[in-house]
């Protein structure tokens, strides 16, 4: 089943200021969009200008967007995504916004409103204070992940990853799933961000080229992208089991997925070592001291390995990877994670 484009019907609504999301803004008139579980916000520009003080905190930037500091109501904060303006990016905008208005997971970054004024285009969401799991993990300067924390950041990854592939109307491929876009909240939860390659209604395996006369367009990143899409074209479910796999080698090993002096790939150093379990040990990130669970590590890499699978209907299912996490992870606080 190819993806399906569903774009959003704007509603012309009054106009509103910045204030938190309530029944009482739509009781009131306020512009509001009923999204999952929830109100998304319509913005005017002015209204976006003076939150980000007129964009004058950069906190995040992309091939075509940058992330600003935002002062909502009180002393609430946001993060305000900005398009560079052009139609295909109006275009992106459109359908990055009708992914998120599907959305409401604990391990998702939460959509609080949007703009679409003019020329100019802007998706307001909460404010994550920890940064992202590429500076925590791989910034020397920063403390050291706990082996614990690892592990729940990958449980809540796969977690969000089964909602969009199996628990939404229509199937959601991330499409650049990576650490940059992991950002981790004030108790280091996962928050998965940045759906602006996300597609929906793909079908849960390859497509053979004989079901599209067209190449499915999907942007990924250096050592995250799976090979299989590099080489077909052709977008599925098992592109996000595939970057699930090297975040989770990114976190049992501390190294990244890509090393761009040496043009290396993470999967490519491991690939002769992931079938020896007896190998592991040598691998685990030397900077966590001998701190962890040596039987969850070699189950942890026996998971990548299954999701690095060269053939894409070999790899496990987002939902068969969360089971094979709480069986095997007994370090896992389950009880305090999204079900």
Request: charged share 25%; glycine share 8%.
């Amino acid at each position: 089943m190819g993806f399906l484009f569903k774009f959003l019907s704007f509603r012309k609504l009054r106009r509103g200021k910045i204030t938190s999301e309530t029944q009482s803004d739509q009781d009131n008139g306020k512009d509001s969009v009923v999204a999952a579980e929830g109100v998304v916000r319509k913005f005017k520009w002015e209204e976006i200008k003076d939150a980000t003080r007129d964009f004058s905190v950069v906190i995040g930037q992309g091939g075509f967007s940058n992330v600003y500091m935002a002062n909502l109501s009180g002393s609430r904060k946001g993060a305000v995504k900005v398009h560079v303006g052009s139609d295909r990016q109006n275009q992106v905008f459109k359908q990055e916004l009708d992914i998120l208005l599907r959305l409401r997971h604990d391990n998702i970054v939460k959509l609080l409103g949007y703009s679409d004024d003019l020329e100019e285009v802007a998706l307001v969401f909460e404010y994550i204070p920890n940064g992202n799991l590429q500076e925590k993990l791989h910034e020397r300067n920063k403390k050291v992940l706990p082996w614990q924390t690892r592990m729940a950041i990958a449980y809540q990854l796969a977690q969000a990853i089964e909602f969009l592939h199996e628990k939404c109307s229509l199937q959601i491929i991330h499409g650049d799933i990576k650490a940059s876009n992991i950002l981790l909240d004030e108790h280091f939860n996962c928050k998965l961000c940045d759906f602006g390659s996300a597609k929906m209604g793909f079908s849960s395996t390859v497509m053979p080229p004989s079901c599209s006369g067209m190449k499915q367009v999907m942007i990924g990143s250096p050592g995250y992208t799976d090979p299989h899409y590099l080489r077909t074209g052709f977008a599925s479910k098992k592109n996000d089991v595939y970057s699930l796999g090297v975040i989770i080698l990114e976190l049992v090993t501390g190294m990244e997925a890509f090393c761009p002096e040496k043009g290396q790939l993470l999967t490519s150093i491991l690939a002769p070592k992931l079938v020896a379990a007896g190998e592991v040990a040598a691998l685990v990130d030397p900077r966590l001291g001998g701190e962890l669970e040596l039987e969850e590590a070699n189950a942890m890499v026996s998971i990548a390995a299954r999701c690095l699978h060269q053939s894409p209907t070999v790899r496990p299912s987002a939902p068969q990877i969360t089971q094979l996490m709480k069986e095997k992870i007994i370090s896992i606080n389950f009880s305090g994670c999204h079900k």
